[in-house]
């Protein structure tokens, strides 16, 4: 495997620089890709209690016989469980449904300004870190005015946003904006659900030219632009071919050409009304 020399975080911790994302995957079918994942070489398992697999992410975990502190750990908070005493209940219930005593990185799934508790959520979030149950603590999903909001009633900064970002969405704005804060930015869906973006002829005439994948194209990609992609496949061989990103670069007018795919089109929620059920 190509070296994938860690990130760091503004708060002095590491980051794999591509992660494994374990959504939808449930039950048996999750344990075993995580498993997988983890032998494959990944080092970054993201779950969250909203995809209800945290249990089967523990099991993964502990079958592929990795080292517990080998393995960058993230899960997420979900809506039902804002508040600061919720929040630690939920957590405290992710990490036995995990099997583990702590983890690398907490996020708060979406903030749902609606409900109005992020910030609560983040205070008790900051007690977690100061406790060591989580080592770092970031959110997903949030715009730029939910983070001025935490920095400004708590003087926390998250270390990681996790959003929605592939070449049909290329976040160009809530990127600089991270940046400007010391954010690192990771992306779900990177590669678009894998759907028709993978067949664009920007990707497939760059794929031709490096004699690489589209996924690999994108995924590059994403580590040309600086954030952490997290793509999910539960097929061994694109499992593997998904982490092969760290041998080759693509050069600027490579990266010009993959700009004009950039629609603003969202797969998911918008965060400032997206409600999760
Ligand atoms: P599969 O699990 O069968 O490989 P995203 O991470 O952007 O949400 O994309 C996940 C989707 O993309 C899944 O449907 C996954 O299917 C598919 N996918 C993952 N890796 C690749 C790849 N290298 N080539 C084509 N499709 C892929």
Not at 243 to 254: G, H, K, Q, S, T
């Amino acid at each position: 495997m190509a070296t994938q020399a860690p990130r760091e975080l503004d708060d002095g911790n590491s980051i794999p620089p591509l992660g494994f994302g374990t959504w939808p995957l449930k039950g048996d079918e999750a344990a075993r890709v995580v498993e997988m994942a983890l032998r494959a070489g990944y080092r970054l398992i993201d779950t969250a209690a909203r995809y209800d697999n945290e249990e089967a992410v523990g099991q993964g975990l502990r079958a592929s016989g990795i080292a517990r502190s080998e393995v960058f750990v993230t899960t997420k908070l979900r809506g039902a469980d804002h508040g600061y005493d919720a929040t630690l209940r939920a957590f405290d219930a992710s990490a036995r449904r995990l099997g583990l005593e702590s983890v690398d990185l907490y996020l708060i799934h979406w903030p749902l300004p609606g409900r109005d508790l992020y910030v609560d959520s983040w205070r008790a979030f900051v007690r977690l870190r100061e406790e060591g149950r989580v080592r770092s603590v970031g959110v997903s999903n949030f715009e730029p005015e939910h983070i001025q909001r935490l920095v400004m009633e708590t003087g926390v900064m998250p270390v990681v946003n996790q959003v929605e970002l592939h070449p049909d969405f290329a976040q160009q704005a809530l990127r600089e904006d991270a940046a400007a804060r010391g954010i690192l930015v990771e992306a779900w869906s990177p590669l678009g659900q894998g759907g028709d973006l993978l067949k664009r002829e920007v990707i497939t005439r760059l794929a031709k030219k490096y004699g690489r994948s589209p996924a690999q194209i994108i995924l590059r990609w994403h580590v040309e632009l600086g954030d952490v992609p997290i793509p999910k496949s539960q097929n061994p061989q694109r499992m593997r071919e998904n982490l092969e990103v760290f041998d080759f670069r693509l050069d600027a007018d490579d990266l010009a050409a993959l700009a004009t795919l950039d629609r603003g089109h969202r797969l998911g929620g918008d965060p400032k009304v997206y409600v999760e059920l």
